[in-house]
């Protein structure tokens, strides 16, 4: 894991030193074990280090290739690298290195664009080719490794945080506007490849772009979403899955550094864990877990935690999660992660890893992905209502609207989502429309100067339920809960890896009959069956479901009242993009009952205001400033 960053300019325009220089300094969170430059023609390549798999200078970056004419900035990991070392081999490829750094390259070299179909793994990187004068960028298949651009028509700045990119082009800290109407009219976040600052943009993730030396981009998808084989009998599927889980977890297991895991008492992170443990005979790891606690009984899963650890040779690393903590650190978690942050969750995660980096472990498995896999939400219970409601099996929408009310004595949540989920795309967008009309706090300017803006709809599949579960899992939240993760991780030099995330699990889970993801209200069927046995049935057997998060409505309404309050004292006067009637009869709500969803998209908004736009000079660095990059 590390920070990368360049410059192309066109028409061999040399590249000053000093502005990868700076670019560089920006991201030495991400790296702390070192940094490297390269310089070209037209071109210039940053990176800054995080040691985890061949410590050595060997696989310092950029990872330059002179007889072969290439140069590569890499951001992430490649899980089958040992696999794919030994087809390179025998290919004839010599390695100077012992690490992935050097088989990406390869690979690249060897089968060109076609090397990402190869890839497991999660990775942002660049590629100079200087004998076809051109810059390959590419993103995972799930955008878990962030890369940002921005381009002009002499040139392109990519990074892998957007505060690399001001550090050279200032000129881009100005709001972008659409993105800042869909969050607070939707709560939308991470939905395309815009981002909160104009002229800043992703690579969409499961793309790649070629741009040659005259700064023309061409940008194209190399991956979708396809579902494998899947055994017909429960019993086969089970086992099947089970087999992909493991492999998935023994190539995350793979680093020279000590590798630890995030364990929430979940099912989750607890499946995660314990098959770790269930893998030490082969493969020796020393196991850590890292958990978030909170003083809620209502929200903490202390219980969990500790039946697990107790069970499995671990040694559990704690940290308390306090309001008057939150307040003091949010502004730089919200440097750190660069746009809004919706809930209190993410702060959770920061603690924990600023633990892992404490204990001085590098590396934690982390259960994010599975809820999005597996069906996880109580939105995916409506979806499945609505999927048998349309195909006519009325008698097991009846069983399972029952089984749910048995066993979560409540149907409303549900209900609603399976209305919404058996309408026609065209009548939801319809209502999404009014939603966004009826939403108060946007100014009368912002709300004119947008229509109502939805994720892309995909459609790689024939029956409408899977299309709705790859549109949740990669287009509504799972983004967003990777920007937390990858910024949490990398403010604290730390690597999350995302077992959950394989490629190949995903396309085997989106083969799996509806019931192996849910049955008689029970959700994620096949890892409960997979893990029976290994995982605590205390542990699997569970009712509930918790957020990994504090308790937020006792928070806003007791020790973060007064910092709530300011914020919208601010948002109030901001008006270009906020209503101040609204802002302010949210305030008076705030008197009488906890803030609500939109009061906290409102002070999230004003917060990353304050700290992104209204401060420019707000970078932890002490790189002395530069004038901006001229084209």
């Not at 490649?78 to 087809?87: C, V």
């Not at 945080?161 to 939707?186: C, D, G, Q, S, T």
């Not at 008492?265 to 005979?281: C, E, F, L, P, R």
Request: charged residues 25%.
């Amino acid at each position: 894991m590390c920070g990368i960053a360049g410059i192309l300019r066109a028409g061999g325009e040399p590249v000053p030193p000093g502005y990868i220089a700076a670019m560089v300094d920006t991201l030495r969170h991400r790296g702390p074990d070192g940094d490297g430059s390269f310089f070209a023609p037209g071109i210039a390549l940053g990176h800054t280090r995080l040691a985890i798999i061949d410590l050595t200078p060997a696989s310092g970056q950029p990872f330059v290739d002179e007889a072969a004419g290439l140069a590569l900035v890499f951001n992430g990991e490649i899980y089958n690298y040992l696999e794919l070392r030994s087809e390179l081999k025998a290919l004839g490829h010599d390695f100077r290195s012992s690490g992935d750094v050097e088989v990406l390259l390869r690979a690249y070299e060897q089968w060109g664009h076609d090397c990402l179909a190869r890839l497991n793994g999660m990775f942002a990187f660049a590629i100079w080719n200087s004998r076809k004068q051109e810059l390959f960028l590419a993103r995972d298949r799930f955008g878990e490794k962030p890369l940002f651009l921005a381009r002009s028509p002499k040139g392109l700045v990519f990074a892998s945080e957007m505060k690399a990119i001001l550090a050279v082009r200032p000129e881009l800290r100005r709001p972008n506007r659409k993105p800042i109407f869909r969050y607070l009219a939707r709560g939308d976040l991470d939905l395309d490849e815009a981002t909160f600052f104009d002229g800043i943009e992703h690579l969409p993730a499961a793309h790649y772009m070629i741009v040659d030396a005259a700064g023309r981009p061409v940008c194209r998808r190399y991956w979708s979403p396809t579902s494998a084989p899947v055994p017909a009998s429960r019993k086969q599927a089970t086992e099947g899955f089970r087999e992909l889980f493991f492999d998935a977890i023994r190539v995350r297991l793979r680093s020279d550094v000590p590798v630890g895991s995030s364990l929430s008492g979940g099912i989750d992170s607890s499946s995660i864990v314990a098959t770790i443990n269930a893998q030490k005979a082969s493969h020796f790891v020393h196991q850590r877990t890292f958990s978030a606690r909170f003083r809620s009984p209502a929200h903490d899963e202390g219980r969990y935690i500790n039946a697990l650890t107790r069970q499995l040779d671990a040694e559990p690393h704690e940290v308390w999660v306090e309001p008057d903590h939150f307040v003091e650190e949010f502004g730089d978690l919200q440097w750190h992660q660069e746009e809004p942050i919706a809930s209190t969750s993410p702060f959770a995660q920061w603690l924990v890893m600023r633990l892992a980096r404490e204990s001085g472990t590098t590396v934690l498995l982390d259960g994010q992905g599975a809820d999005e896999l597996l069906a996880g939400y109580d939105q995916a219970q409506g979806m499945f209502w609505a999927h048998w409601a349309r195909r006519g099996r009325l008698d097991l929408v009846a069983r399972e609207v029952l089984s749910f009310v048995r066993r979560y004595r409540a149907i409303r949540q549900p209900a609603l989502f399976a209305a919404y989920y058996s309408l026609p795309e065209t009548l939801r967008d319809r209502l999404a429309e009014f939603y966004y009309r009826s939403n108060g706090v946007v100014s009368h300017d912002l709300h004119r100067e947008f229509a109502p803006a939805h994720a892309d709809a995909t459609h790689p599949f024939p029956d409408r339920l899977r299309n709705e579960l790859v549109r949740w899992q990669t287009a509504t939240q799972l983004p967003e809960f990777l920007r937390y993760a990858d910024r949490n991780s990398m403010a604290f030099g730390r690597e999350v890896r995302l077992p959950f995330l394989d490629h190949r699990l995903i396309e085997y889970c989106f083969g799996l009959p509806p019931d192996m993801l849910l049955r008689r209200a029970v959700t994620k069927v096949v890892l409960r069956d997979a893990m029976r046995g290994i995982v605590p049935d205390e542990i699997l057997d569970r009712r509930d479901k918790l957020a990994y998060s504090p308790p937020q409505r006792q928070w806003v309404h007791g020790p973060l009242r007064p910092w709530i309050e300011d914020l919208l004292a601010a948002a109030e006067r901001r008006t270009t993009i906020f209503k101040p009637l609204a802002v302010r009869g949210l305030r008076e709500r705030l008197q009488k009952r906890p803030a609500d969803v939109l009061t906290w998209r409102v002070i999230s908004t004003e917060a990353w205001f304050q700290r992104l736009i209204d401060r420019p000079g707000c970078a932890n660095s002490g790189q002395a400033e530069i004038s901006p990059l001229s084209w």
